[in-house]
């Protein structure tokens, strides 16, 4: 038989932890932080130049003001982003990456993808093998 006598209510919520992709790195005193680091504070990001997604040259006009894309020093490694301009300060952070997000392994072997975790053994790609729709950081 069925009790009549009152319940309490649960209330479930699910608690999402911190992934690997959360963190950043503090180059000043080599620890990982969420938002700010506790000895030097928030992190300063470059933007990028503002450029619609399909122009043809694109991934080369987002650069930040100073930084070019030419052929990496590093045998079969493609492109690279140089620095023409004064020294870049520590701790300076780039992006985010942009490119076409696929689950399509292949991706993998374009030389300009990242690999995102989406959770246990769920993985998606970044890839920005594509000129028009990359950012500069392919």
Not at 44 to 71: C, E
Request: proline letters at 7%; charged letters at 25%.
């Amino acid at each position: 038989m069925y009790s009549l006598r009152e319940r309490k209510g649960h209330a479930y919520q699910e608690v999402s932890e911190p992934q690997d992709d959360d963190y950043l790195y503090c180059e000043k005193c080599q620890n990982f932080f969420i938002d700010s680091c506790a000895a030097h504070g928030p992190p300063t990001f470059v933007k990028d130049s503002a450029v619609d997604k399909g122009h043809p040259n694109r991934s080369a006009l987002t650069l930040p003001p100073g930084l070019r894309i030419r052929p990496s020093g590093i045998p079969e490694a493609g492109l690279g982003v140089w620095n023409e301009a004064s020294d870049l300060p520590l701790g300076l952070h780039f992006g985010p990456y942009e490119g076409q997000i696929t689950e399509d392994e292949e991706a993998a072997n374009s030389g300009y993808s990242w690999l995102i975790t989406k959770g246990r053994n769920c993985y998606e790609y970044v890839d920005g093998k594509d000129k028009s729709w990359a950012n500069w950081m392919r």
